[in-house]
């Protein structure tokens, strides 16, 4: 009841949607652990949690036990626990494993290639989540390269936000476009690796980033029909970055509600 993934849980909204960055449990979520340490903490925000699969949710090479523990919550329009697409208010999230390679990596850029022309002309703004990030400043700075091809499809397609582990810190990037130049009109990175774990990364180019926390705690995000805000709380109750800007991709019918995250 005192550990820091007690704490992070603590601070979100009741029945919020949750986007779960992968390493849900450490060594490795095998069933047992994801009982004994997710499910007393982040388990309490099982049913609206949309998960993306980290390194250490492969057991034996496969995510069986993590995919048996979870079940993605109403709305997924399409997809498995490897990638999927889903509604969350005026926003379409995009799921993405970045564990692949090879055949299996490149099928999976086929299909979201494939899904982002599906909402071409949709007008509802586009977030995408997977673990490892292209772009860090930490001790897993490039694990993530293999997935550059998706941001340079997602920004063509004028995605927002890409949200990433991995790391064990949260670090913030202003908006870069699909060949990760400054750009104001381009893709924000947030590395959200303070769920629980050990926070054991350093940041070892800080003038590359916007912002940077080595602290345990959660990004609230508020997704608007035409814009978006974001806040990271820390467990004691500081917020220690924040902002809001317009959505690359307006609605072009109706204004429906915004839909908080972690508060």
């Known amino acids: 009841a005192a550990s820091a993934a007690a704490a992070t849980a603590r601070l979100l909204a009741d029945g919020a949607p949750v986007i779960v960055l992968g390493d849900v449990a450490y060594p490795r979520a095998d069933r047992d652990t ?4 997710y499910g007393p903490t982040w388990g309490a925000h099982l049913g609206p949690a949309y998960l993306v699969l980290g390194n250490h949710d492969l ?3 496969t995510p069986d036990d993590v995919a ?3 079940s993605m919550p109403a709305g997924l329009a399409d997809g498995n626990v490897h990638r999927y697409r889903a509604r969350l208010g005026d926003w379409w999230l995009i799921g993405l494993d ?4 090879g055949a299996a990596l490149d099928e999976e850029l086929r299909w979201l290639k494939e899904t982002l022309r599906t909402l071409d002309g949709d007008g509802r703004c586009l977030v995408a989540a997977w673990h490892h990030p292209l772009y860090s400043t930490g ?7 293999r997935m550059r091809p998706f941001w340079a ?15 064990h810190y949260y670090e913030a990037y202003g908006p870069r476009d699909g060949r990760g130049k400054a750009a104001a009109d381009g893709i924000r990175e947030f590395i959200v690796g303070t769920g629980g774990g050990r926070l054991g990364d350093v940041s070892l180019a800080p003038w590359q980033h916007r912002a940077f926390t080595r602290r345990h705690g959660v990004l609230g995000l508020t997704l608007g029909a035409d814009r978006y ?3 990271f709380l820390t467990t004691d109750g500081t917020v220690t970055d924040r902002g809001s800007t317009a959505c690359r ?4 019918r109706g204004n429906g509600p915004a839909t908080p995250l972690p508060r």
Not at 34 to 37: D, I
Not at 98 to 101: A, K, P, R, T, Y
Not at 139 to 145: A, N
Not at 153 to 167: F, K
């Open 229 to 231: 805000s974001w806040r």
């Open 34 to 37: 994801l009982a004994a340490c």
């Open 98 to 101: 970045s564990n692949l390679s």
């Open 249 to 252: 991709r307006a609605l072009s």
């Open 153 to 167: 499809a997602l920004d063509a397609a004028g995605a927002d936000l890409v949200l990433n582990g991995h790391e």
């Open 59 to 61: 057991v034996g090479g």
């Open 68 to 70: 048996a523990y979870f």
């Open 139 to 145: 001790l897993h700075s490039g694990d993530g390269e």
